[in-house]
Structures are given as structure tokens and as C-alpha cells.
């Protein structure tokens, strides 16, 4: 008695049958690792998060910047930070004054 083949029918259900599973792993594998994928938007998400973070920052770092160069400006001379920033940069001091450092 010979071995059973497969007929015509079964070899082409079988490549069928393989040819959806390999659409559904490489669709799957797209949605999860691909450039667009659950992975990358996660990883995106994070790095918004810590833009916004250090954009945050920065506008404050801006502003207090900006009021200390208002507060210098000609047209508004706060003379304590004048004097601050005259002892910190030039290491300025009074006669009567003792400097530790």
C-alpha cells in the first residue's frame, strides 16, 4: 500500500493557511516594533514628557533672567542687586566689612 499525498486541495489550503499566518506575524510584529509601533510611542511619550520638563525650566530660568535685567535697566535701577552683582562679580567690599572666603 502506498503512502497518502496530499492532494492539489491540501498543499494550496496549507500555503493559504501559512501565507495569513505570516501577514498576522508581520503585522504584529509592525504594530508593536515597527517605526510607528506601540514601542516607539512610548519611548515618544517619554521624551515628550521630559521636553515639557526642561522647556518648563527654562522659561523659568527666562523670566527670572529677564527681571534681573529689567531690574538693572536704565530705567528701573534696584541699587541693593546692583550692589549684590558688583560684590559678586568684582569682589567688591566695604572698608568695614570682613571678607571670608
Not at 495569513?20 to 516607539?40: D, K, N, T, V, W
Not at 520638563?53 to 527681571?67: C, F, G, T, V, Y
Not at 568684582?90 to 571678607?99: H, K, N
Amino acid at each position: 500500500m502506498a503512502g497518502i499525498t496530499p492532494g492539489p486541495k491540501a498543499i494550496g489550503s496549507a500555503i493559504y493557511s501559512f501565507a495569513i499566518l505570516a501577514a498576522i506575524a508581520y503585522f504584529s510584529f509592525a504594530a508593536l516594533q515597527g517605526e510607528y509601533g506601540l514601542s516607539r510611542q512610548i519611548e515618544l511619550h517619554a521624551n515628550e514628557e521630559e521636553l515639557t520638563s526642561d522647556l518648563a525650566d527654562m522659561r523659568a530660568e527666562r523670566a527670572a533672567l529677564e527681571n534681573k535685567v529689567r531690574r538693572l535697566s536704565d530705567d528701573f535701577l534696584d541699587l541693593d542687586l546692583l550692589d549684590e552683582q558688583a560684590r559678586k562679580v568684582l569682589g567688591f567690599a566695604r572698608s568695614d566689612e570682613i571678607v571670608i572666603r
